[in-house]
């Protein structure tokens, strides 16, 4: 059966320093690959989705990036952190084939102090 | 594209009592339409999807809902709520076709259950 793991749980990260999320799937091949931001009240951004290794599409312009060095490694980055950067990130998987709903990992809970 | 949107930002329901949580889409291509659940700091979980056929579908934890397209609508409802029910529900919609579809997601409800 298929998994999704993200780490790490929560993070508390001071501003101006470095972010590296990360987030791997176990039991298919070629998932499309999300990373969602959750703020109070306006529900789920979509930041980045990728369709194949070294394929990202950003949805918002932002302070973070993404990449996908392997078939199923997904990570959200940031240079340097913002105060606005703080939220719960989530990341998310889907077939590329015959399927239709997105799977969601445990999310990491990001605080920039 | 794709759009939800979720009027309720809050519900709150006595424990025992039926819920209904709206849900309403805009598209002008046919949609796969799906209900996920959130407890606090845990990632979303599907309760149920909608792809095609019967309008009535039935989920995990006795939810259910019904697709109604001339409504443009995909409210969730459960005849009886728990305690454990007590949690953020998402809405959320794509497109109905192949390859890669983003998945847009409502701005969300919680349910609050009150013993």
């Known amino acids: 059966s298929q998994t999704i793991h993200q780490w790490p749980a929560t993070l508390v990260q001071p501003v101006g320093s470095p972010l590296s999320l990360e987030c791997t799937v176990e039991?298919?091949?070629?998932?499309?690959l999300y990373w969602y931001r959750q703020a109070a009240g306006r529900g789920l951004q979509l930041l980045f989705y990728?369709?194949?290794?070294?394929?990202i599409s950003s949805e918002v312009p932002q302070n973070l990036s993404a990449s996908r060095p392997q078939d199923r490694q997904f990570i959200l980055s940031s240079k340097k952190l913002l105060l606005s950067d703080s939220g719960f990130y989530l990341c998310?998987?889907?077939?590329?084939?015959?399927?239709?709903?997105?799977?969601f990992g445990q999310g990491t809970r990001l605080t920039v102090v | 594209a794709q759009s939800v949107t979720q009027l309720d930002s809050q519900v709150p329901v006595f424990e025992e009592a039926p819920v209904e949580l709206r849900c309403n889409y805009s598209?002008?291509?046919?949609?796969?339409l799906f209900w996920y659940v959130q407890y606090p700091n845990q990632g979303l979980q599907l309760l149920l999807k909608?792809?095609?056929?019967?309008?009535l579908v039935k989920g995990i934890n006795g939810f259910e809902a019904e697709f109604n397209k001339s409504q443009t609508s995909f409210h969730l409802r459960k005849p009886s709520v728990h305690i454990s029910d007590t949690a953020e529900y998402f809405c959320?919609?794509?497109?109905?076709?192949?390859?890669?579809?983003?998945?847009?997601f409502g701005t969300g409800t919680k349910l609050q259950v009150i013993p």
């Open positions: 959320a919609v794509r497109r109905a076709s192949g390859g890669y579809q983003k998945v847009t």
């Open positions: 039991g298919t091949s070629n998932p499309n």
């Open positions: 598209s002008s291509v046919s949609v796969y």
């Open positions: 909608y792809l095609s056929g019967s309008t």
């Open positions: 998310a998987w889907q077939g590329s084939r015959g399927f239709t709903e997105a799977f």
């Open positions: 990728s369709v194949g290794i070294g394929q």
